[in-house]
């Protein structure tokens, strides 16, 4: 209006700011969860497969050191950003067939973390024009995968806060409140066991005379948990 003074605030300007508090927010609540559950403050070190956007890789670095495949040394955990057909197919199969394939199962195999961003699976985007079959084939690579130990996340700031919660587990001490609470079960099965998946625990605390079904106790050792009976 007459006598005012017109403000232009760019487009990126703004954009730029968003991410800055994203950021920060995401920074807090990690700092939040570390010293709140165990006392402890950690940078971690992250593998990076396929590319991120400027946003996700910045939330990353506030808590974490990015490596990329090139450059891998020492790491806690995977992110994988991008997961093509074969890749998916390699991993699902138990088969280090490309070089990204051999880090995601050397991982899980000596029980590191891998979170798999569920927009990087390449396949999912053939789901109106692929065969229903095939399609199927993938989604069953998909479960594979999660019953190897990886994880399908919405995004980079879940895998970091699921991240924080197993290196929370890691500096706890070992009591029974750092173990999933099944007391009330008596009889413990497959479906009861998917429920500690993301949480971070790796034991599960049981009944005294609750029974464990033979799909859980393949989950169990697959999965590298620990059972303890209440006393």
């Given at each position: 209006?007459?006598?005012?003074?017109?403000v232009?605030?760019?487009k990126?300007e703004?954009?730029?700011?968003?991410?800055?508090?994203?950021?920060e927010?995401?920074?807090?609540?990690?700092?939040?969860?570390?010293?709140?559950?165990?006392?402890?403050?950690?940078?971690g070190?992250?593998l990076v497969?396929?590319?991120?956007e400027?946003?996700?890789?910045?939330?990353?670095?506030s808590?974490?050191e990015?490596?990329t495949l090139?450059?891998?040394?020492?790491y806690?955990?995977?992110?994988?950003a991008q997961v093509?057909?074969?890749?998916?197919a390699?991993?699902?199969?138990g088969?280090p067939?490309?070089?990204?394939?051999?880090?995601?199962?050397?991982?899980?195999?000596?029980?590191?973390?891998?979170y798999?961003?569920?927009?990087?699976l390449?396949?999912?985007?053939?789901?109106?024009s692929?065969?229903?079959?095939?399609?199927?084939k993938?989604?069953?690579?998909?479960?594979?995968?999660?019953?190897?130990?990886?994880?399908?996340?919405?995004?980079?700031q879940?895998?970091?806060?699921l991240?924080v919660?197993v290196?929370?587990?890691?500096c706890?001490?070992?009591?029974?409140s750092t173990?999933?609470?099944l007391?009330?079960?008596?009889?413990?099965?497959?479906?009861?066991?998917?429920?500690?998946?993301?949480t971070?625990y790796?034991t599960?605390?049981?009944?005294?005379k609750?029974?464990?079904t033979?799909?859980?106790?393949?989950?169990?050792?697959?999965h590298?948990l620990?059972?303890?009976?209440?006393?």
């Open positions: 209006g007459k006598g005012g003074c017109a232009n605030i760019g990126s703004v954009t730029d700011s968003l991410i800055d508090d994203i950021i927010e995401v920074k807090a609540r990690m700092d939040r969860m570390q010293e709140e559950t165990c006392g402890c403050s950690r940078t070190k992250v497969l396929g590319a991120l400027p946003a996700e890789e910045n939330i990353l670095r808590f974490a990015i490596q090139q450059e891998a040394g020492t806690d955990f995977i992110v994988a093509s057909i074969g890749l998916l390699y991993t699902a199969l088969i067939g490309q070089p990204e394939a051999q880090c995601i199962l050397e991982a899980l195999l000596s029980g590191r973390k891998v798999i961003l569920e927009k990087g390449e396949y999912r985007r053939y789901r109106e692929s065969y229903k079959a095939l399609y199927q993938y989604q069953e690579y998909e479960e594979e995968i999660r019953r190897f130990g990886g994880e399908i996340v919405s995004g980079v879940e895998a970091a806060e991240a919660r290196w929370k587990k890691d706890a001490p070992a009591d029974d173990a999933f609470d007391t009330g079960l008596k009889l413990l099965g497959e479906s009861d066991l998917g429920k500690m998946r993301g971070g790796r599960v605390l049981i009944g005294r609750t029974i464990i033979p799909l859980a106790k393949d989950y169990i050792s697959n590298n620990t059972v303890r009976r209440q006393q």
